[in-house]
Each structure stands twice: as C-alpha cells, then as structure tokens.
C-alpha cells in the first residue's frame, strides 16, 4: 500500500498516491508562498496578542489549523495590498477586534489608514511620501518635481486613500496646491476623512516646528 504522509490515506497504486492532494498536501505545497508565509506571520501574531503566547506558534500548527485558509487568505491580501506598515495593520485588525471574516475587507483598511495618517509621526509621513512620488516618476517617466502638475486627479485620489500621499505633504508642499485645486465633489467623497481641513489646520497650528521641518524638506526635494 502507498500511504500519503499528509493525511493517512492509502492507495494501491504509486501513481495515484503521486496524484493525490488532499488538504494538507496542499497546504504544504504552498506553505513558501508569500500569501501563505505572510499568513503564518499573522497566525503567530493573533495567538501572541490574544493569548500572551510566549512560544511561537510553528509552522505545522499553522497547517494544522482550522483557521488556516483564513489566514492564508488574508496573507494573499497583504500581499496584493501592500499596506503601509504591514505589521501595523496586522496588529489593528486584531487589537480592534476585527472579525476574521472582514480582514480582507477594504473597509477596515480605510479606517485603520485614517487613523494612521493622523498619528504618524510627520518624518515618517514625508519620507514614505516621497519615496512614493519617487516611483510613480521612475514608472510613469515623469520628472520627480511635476508630480503634483502630471498625475490625474483620480490617480491621485486613489494613493490618498491608499495612505500612499500623506496630508503632511498635501499641504506643506508648494506645489500640491495644483493637485488640491482639481479635486471634484467626487473626489471630496473619497479622500475627504483623509484630508480634513478643519483636523490638519488645528494639527499644524499645534506642531509649527514639525511644519516649519516638512516644509524645509520639501522644498530641498523640489516638491
């Protein structure tokens, strides 16, 4: 007889246990994938923040799980997602008890965005900013310093809500007004919890030595 390893069944024939893919052979077979590798990471994490953990969870608990195509899913999700600060986003979902079912959902990315641009320590937010506007140039073969005249307004909105432009740039650059100015009531829609006119001002009034930093760095970076 010809037993698969993975799940115990038995076969007569060679090549039907060389066919065979039961559950966990699969999961095996994907557990190197980035989808499959960022879910274990989030598996680890959901028992270290909701049990105090000490010991890592492995690999083959991983597999073994119930739990394992939901966190494999999610992991696909990061992946395809790219969020800013992966970690951070992960540790959201879970400290905010987020159902498991809606990790995936674009909502709960949106929420944990607002909240992040809002907290980000300003450095932080120009430098990822920049870094963004850097390769959207290189990708669009655009020069670096038009960024703000040549990309589209719905482009622009979309990496907004992204969490990809922070607002620390939108306002302290010279030259984001020519973006700001093209926004429609469309586009208010989308980004407008993001860029809160009224939040920012009070936030700039209150950090005018972070303001006077970002400005500088802006304008050495020619934005």
Request: proline share 4%.
């Amino acid at each position: 007889m010809n037993t698969c390893k993975y799940c115990g069944k038995s076969f007569v024939k060679e090549s039907t246990l060389s066919v065979h893919m039961c559950v966990k052979k699969r999961r095996y077979m994907e557990i190197e994938t980035p989808g499959s590798r960022f879910g274990l990471r989030v598996f680890q994490k959901f028992y270290e923040i909701t049990s105090n953990a000490k010991k890592l969870k492995t690999q083959q608990e991983f597999i073994d799980s119930q739990y394992y195509t939901d966190f494999a899913k999610f992991g696909n999700y990061i992946v395809n997602l790219k969020p800013v600060y992966p970690e951070q986003y992960i540790e959201f979902v879970i400290k905010n008890s987020v159902k498991i079912k809606d990790w995936t959902n674009d909502e709960v990315y949106y929420l944990y965005i607002e909240n992040l641009v809002k907290t980000e320590p300003p450095n932080s937010a120009a430098e990822r900013t920049i870094t963004e506007i850097m390769e959207w140039s290189e990708i669009n073969k655009e020069p670096f310093t038009e960024f703000f005249t040549k990309i589209t307004a719905n482009e622009a909105s979309h990496l907004i809500r992204m969490g990809r432009i922070s607002p620390w740039v939108l306002y302290l650059s010279d030259s984001a007004g020519k973006l700001m100015n093209r926004f429609n009531e469309d586009h208010s829609k989308i980004i407008g919890d993001i860029i809160d006119p009224g939040f920012w001002m009070k936030k700039f009034k209150k950090s005018p030595e972070d303001v006077v930093y970002i400005k500088d760095v802006l304008k050495q970076a020619g934005l």
